[in-house]
Protein backbone atom coordinates (compact mmCIF):
# COMPACT_ATOMS: atom_id res chain seq x y z
CA UNK A 1 0.00 0.00 0.00
CA UNK A 2 1.49 3.11 -0.90
CA UNK A 3 1.58 6.48 0.81
CA UNK A 4 -1.17 8.33 -1.28
CA UNK A 5 -3.53 5.29 -0.68
CA UNK A 6 -2.82 5.60 3.34
CA UNK A 7 -2.92 8.85 3.21
CA UNK A 8 -6.67 8.93 1.66
CA UNK A 9 -7.73 6.07 4.44
CA UNK A 10 -6.92 8.02 7.41
CA UNK A 11 -8.78 11.10 5.75
CA UNK A 12 -11.91 8.73 4.90
CA UNK A 13 -11.35 7.96 9.00
CA UNK A 14 -11.13 11.38 9.69
CA UNK A 15 -14.05 12.70 7.46
CA UNK A 16 -16.52 9.91 9.18
CA UNK A 17 -15.31 10.86 12.46
CA UNK A 18 -16.21 14.92 12.00
CA UNK A 19 -19.81 13.72 10.74
CA UNK A 20 -20.46 11.51 13.89
CA UNK A 21 -19.29 14.39 16.11
CA UNK A 22 -21.67 16.79 14.21
CA UNK A 23 -24.56 14.45 13.73
CA UNK A 24 -24.11 14.13 17.44
CA UNK A 25 -23.81 17.58 18.30
CA UNK A 26 -26.96 18.18 15.76
CA UNK A 27 -28.98 15.73 18.47
CA UNK A 28 -27.80 17.81 21.67
CA UNK A 29 -28.81 21.21 20.14
CA UNK A 30 -32.17 19.96 19.46
CA UNK A 31 -32.65 17.92 22.92
CA UNK A 32 -35.72 20.16 23.41
CA UNK A 33 -37.25 18.78 20.50
CA UNK A 34 -36.77 15.08 20.74
CA UNK A 35 -39.43 12.66 20.36
CA UNK A 36 -41.51 13.31 24.04
CA UNK A 37 -39.96 15.73 25.41
CA UNK A 38 -43.02 18.42 24.63
CA UNK A 39 -44.76 16.34 26.33
CA UNK A 40 -42.36 16.21 29.43
CA UNK A 41 -42.19 19.95 29.67
CA UNK A 42 -45.99 20.06 29.74
CA UNK A 43 -46.76 17.24 31.75
CA UNK A 44 -43.81 18.01 34.24
CA UNK A 45 -46.31 20.04 36.93
CA UNK A 46 -48.95 17.26 36.48
CA UNK A 47 -45.89 14.63 37.10
CA UNK A 48 -44.50 16.67 40.08
CA UNK A 49 -47.90 17.16 41.70
CA UNK A 50 -48.94 12.93 41.51
CA UNK A 51 -44.93 12.48 43.13
CA UNK A 52 -46.54 14.96 46.24
CA UNK A 53 -49.46 12.97 46.80
CA UNK A 54 -48.00 9.56 46.65
CA UNK A 55 -44.78 10.65 48.87
CA UNK A 56 -48.18 11.78 51.09
CA UNK A 57 -49.58 7.86 50.71
CA UNK A 58 -46.33 6.35 51.74
CA UNK A 59 -46.29 8.94 54.89
CA UNK A 60 -49.49 7.62 56.03
CA UNK A 61 -49.04 4.32 55.06
CA UNK A 62 -49.15 2.61 58.42
CA UNK A 63 -51.85 4.99 59.64
CA UNK A 64 -55.12 4.37 60.34
CA UNK A 65 -57.91 4.87 58.17
CA UNK A 66 -59.49 7.94 59.51
CA UNK A 67 -56.09 9.64 59.53
CA UNK A 68 -55.16 8.98 55.83
CA UNK A 69 -58.25 10.47 54.97
CA UNK A 70 -58.41 13.72 56.96
CA UNK A 71 -54.63 14.16 56.07
CA UNK A 72 -55.63 13.71 52.02
CA UNK A 73 -58.20 15.86 52.21
CA UNK A 74 -56.16 18.71 54.40
CA UNK A 75 -53.81 18.29 51.65
CA UNK A 76 -56.08 18.90 49.17
CA UNK A 77 -57.73 21.92 50.45
CA UNK A 78 -54.14 23.52 50.64
CA UNK A 79 -53.97 23.12 47.26
CA UNK A 80 -56.84 24.91 46.53
CA UNK A 81 -56.72 28.72 46.78
CA UNK A 82 -59.72 28.97 48.50
CA UNK A 83 -61.04 32.96 49.41
CA UNK A 84 -58.36 34.57 47.30
CA UNK A 85 -59.36 36.70 44.61
CA UNK A 86 -58.67 34.69 41.38
CA UNK A 87 -57.40 38.14 39.55
CA UNK A 88 -54.56 37.87 42.48
CA UNK A 89 -53.18 35.03 40.79
CA UNK A 90 -50.40 35.31 38.62
CA UNK A 91 -48.43 31.92 37.44
CA UNK A 92 -44.98 32.48 35.56
CA UNK A 93 -43.50 29.76 33.69
CA UNK A 94 -39.58 30.24 33.02
CA UNK A 95 -38.02 29.52 29.45
CA UNK A 96 -35.27 30.11 27.33
CA UNK A 97 -34.80 30.57 23.88
CA UNK A 98 -32.82 27.43 22.68
CA UNK A 99 -31.57 27.16 18.83
CA UNK A 100 -34.02 24.63 18.25
CA UNK A 101 -36.99 27.39 19.17
CA UNK A 102 -35.38 29.75 16.62
CA UNK A 103 -35.61 30.95 13.13
CA UNK A 104 -33.02 32.37 10.63
CA UNK A 105 -33.86 35.71 12.23
CA UNK A 106 -31.88 34.17 15.46
CA UNK A 107 -34.87 35.37 17.51
CA UNK A 108 -37.96 33.06 18.81
CA UNK A 109 -39.69 31.62 16.27
CA UNK A 110 -43.70 32.53 16.14
CA UNK A 111 -44.72 29.28 16.09
CA UNK A 112 -42.94 28.31 19.66
CA UNK A 113 -44.62 31.12 21.15
CA UNK A 114 -47.77 28.94 21.13
CA UNK A 115 -45.86 26.15 22.00
CA UNK A 116 -44.34 27.78 25.22
CA UNK A 117 -48.18 28.50 26.30
CA UNK A 118 -48.68 25.22 26.48
CA UNK A 119 -46.44 25.07 29.35
CA UNK A 120 -47.38 27.98 31.43
CA UNK A 121 -51.13 27.40 30.51
CA UNK A 122 -51.14 23.75 32.24
CA UNK A 123 -49.20 25.40 34.81
CA UNK A 124 -51.18 27.89 35.90
CA UNK A 125 -54.35 25.59 35.35
CA UNK A 126 -52.96 23.38 37.86
CA UNK A 127 -52.06 26.24 40.66
CA UNK A 128 -55.82 27.68 39.87
CA UNK A 129 -57.82 24.61 39.80
CA UNK A 130 -55.71 21.52 41.29
CA UNK A 131 -58.33 19.71 42.08
CA UNK A 132 -60.37 19.90 39.05
CA UNK A 133 -58.92 17.73 36.55
CA UNK A 134 -59.08 15.26 39.52
CA UNK A 135 -63.07 15.41 39.72
CA UNK A 136 -63.20 14.70 35.99
CA UNK A 137 -63.20 18.07 34.68
CA UNK A 138 -61.86 18.97 31.43
CA UNK A 139 -59.89 22.40 29.69
CA UNK A 140 -60.07 22.53 25.97
CA UNK A 141 -58.31 25.22 24.32
CA UNK A 142 -61.58 28.04 22.65
CA UNK A 143 -58.48 30.32 21.03
CA UNK A 144 -55.43 32.22 20.72
CA UNK A 145 -54.36 35.63 19.82
CA UNK A 146 -51.42 36.77 19.88
CA UNK A 147 -49.50 40.18 19.44
CA UNK A 148 -45.77 40.41 19.01
CA UNK A 149 -44.55 43.34 20.66
CA UNK A 150 -40.88 42.83 20.66
CA UNK A 151 -38.33 39.76 20.10
CA UNK A 152 -36.75 37.27 22.31
CA UNK A 153 -33.31 36.52 20.97
CA UNK A 154 -31.64 33.06 20.60
CA UNK A 155 -30.43 31.66 23.69
CA UNK A 156 -32.50 34.55 26.08
CA UNK A 157 -34.23 33.82 29.04
CA UNK A 158 -37.31 34.75 29.44
CA UNK A 159 -41.08 34.21 31.67
CA UNK A 160 -44.66 33.59 30.76
CA UNK A 161 -46.97 34.94 33.39
CA UNK A 162 -50.35 33.66 33.02
CA UNK A 163 -53.73 35.08 35.25
CA UNK A 164 -57.45 35.47 34.39
CA UNK A 165 -58.59 38.68 33.67
CA UNK A 166 -62.72 37.61 33.15
CA UNK A 167 -65.09 34.70 32.28
CA UNK A 168 -68.83 33.74 31.52
CA UNK A 169 -71.08 30.74 31.51
CA UNK A 170 -68.52 28.57 29.37
CA UNK A 171 -64.72 30.41 29.11
CA UNK A 172 -61.97 31.28 31.10
CA UNK A 173 -60.15 34.42 29.27
CA UNK A 174 -56.29 34.21 29.78
CA UNK A 175 -53.61 36.85 29.44
CA UNK A 176 -50.15 35.62 29.22
CA UNK A 177 -47.23 38.22 29.26
CA UNK A 178 -44.05 37.49 27.64
CA UNK A 179 -40.99 39.36 29.76
CA UNK A 180 -37.88 39.03 29.07
CA UNK A 181 -34.89 40.91 31.27
CA UNK A 182 -34.24 44.28 29.72
CA UNK A 183 -30.31 45.34 28.32
CA UNK A 184 -29.12 48.21 28.67
CA UNK A 185 -27.42 50.14 26.13
CA UNK A 186 -23.79 51.30 27.04
CA UNK A 187 -25.05 55.17 26.48
CA UNK A 188 -27.76 54.34 29.26
CA UNK A 189 -25.32 52.64 31.51
CA UNK A 190 -23.09 55.84 31.27
CA UNK A 191 -26.39 57.98 31.60
CA UNK A 192 -27.51 56.26 34.89
CA UNK A 193 -24.41 56.48 36.35
CA UNK A 194 -24.00 60.60 36.00
CA UNK A 195 -25.62 62.57 38.39
CA UNK A 196 -28.85 64.63 36.37
CA UNK A 197 -28.70 68.21 37.10
CA UNK A 198 -31.85 70.46 37.71
CA UNK A 199 -32.82 72.28 35.03
CA UNK A 200 -35.68 74.92 35.97
CA UNK A 201 -36.92 77.99 34.02
CA UNK A 202 -37.43 80.98 34.93
CA UNK A 203 -40.75 82.17 36.21
CA UNK A 204 -43.11 84.46 34.03
CA UNK A 205 -43.80 87.68 35.70
CA UNK A 206 -47.21 87.93 36.29
CA UNK A 207 -47.70 90.87 34.22
CA UNK A 208 -46.30 88.92 31.23
CA UNK A 209 -48.76 86.10 32.07
CA UNK A 210 -52.03 86.01 30.13
CA UNK A 211 -52.94 82.58 32.28
CA UNK A 212 -52.48 84.59 35.53
CA UNK A 213 -55.38 86.77 34.72
CA UNK A 214 -57.92 83.89 34.46
CA UNK A 215 -58.80 81.79 37.52
CA UNK A 216 -57.42 78.01 37.47
CA UNK A 217 -60.21 75.45 36.18
CA UNK A 218 -59.26 71.81 36.29
CA UNK A 219 -59.18 69.52 33.95
CA UNK A 220 -60.74 66.41 34.86
CA UNK A 221 -61.18 63.67 33.03
CA UNK A 222 -63.70 60.14 34.10
CA UNK A 223 -64.98 57.32 32.18
CA UNK A 224 -68.23 57.73 31.59
CA UNK A 225 -69.64 54.74 32.98
CA UNK A 226 -71.90 56.51 35.75
CA UNK A 227 -75.86 58.04 35.12
CA UNK A 228 -75.85 60.26 32.82
CA UNK A 229 -76.31 63.88 34.49
CA UNK A 230 -79.02 66.59 32.80
CA UNK A 231 -77.03 69.38 31.80
CA UNK A 232 -79.16 72.02 34.23
CA UNK A 233 -77.31 69.77 37.06
CA UNK A 234 -74.25 70.88 36.48
CA UNK A 235 -73.00 74.22 36.80
CA UNK A 236 -70.75 75.60 33.86
CA UNK A 237 -66.87 76.48 34.87
CA UNK A 238 -66.15 79.85 34.11
CA UNK A 239 -63.18 81.96 34.39
CA UNK A 240 -62.98 85.12 36.27
CA UNK A 241 -59.80 87.29 36.91
CA UNK A 242 -57.86 87.08 39.69
CA UNK A 243 -58.10 89.50 42.19
Keep these: MDAVTRRLLVLASLGVRLLKYTACLVF ?6 WPLSWHLRVFSPLIALRLRLHLLRLRLLFKPRHVK ?4 AQWLAALSPVGKSPFDVTVAW ?21 KSLDSARLAHV ?14 P ?14 LARYEIRVRIVSWDNKWLFLVAHYVTKSKRSKTQKRAAKQPVAEHRLPPTPPEHDTRAQQ ?29
Excluded at 141 to 154: N, Q
Design 126 to 139: LKCFPTFFRAGGWM
Design 69 to 72: QRAK
Design 28 to 33: LVNLRS
Design 141 to 154: LGGTHYTFLREIPI
Design 94 to 114: KGWASPDDCDYNLHLSNSCYA
Design 215 to 243: APVPLLHTPATATPQPAHATPDARCGSVR
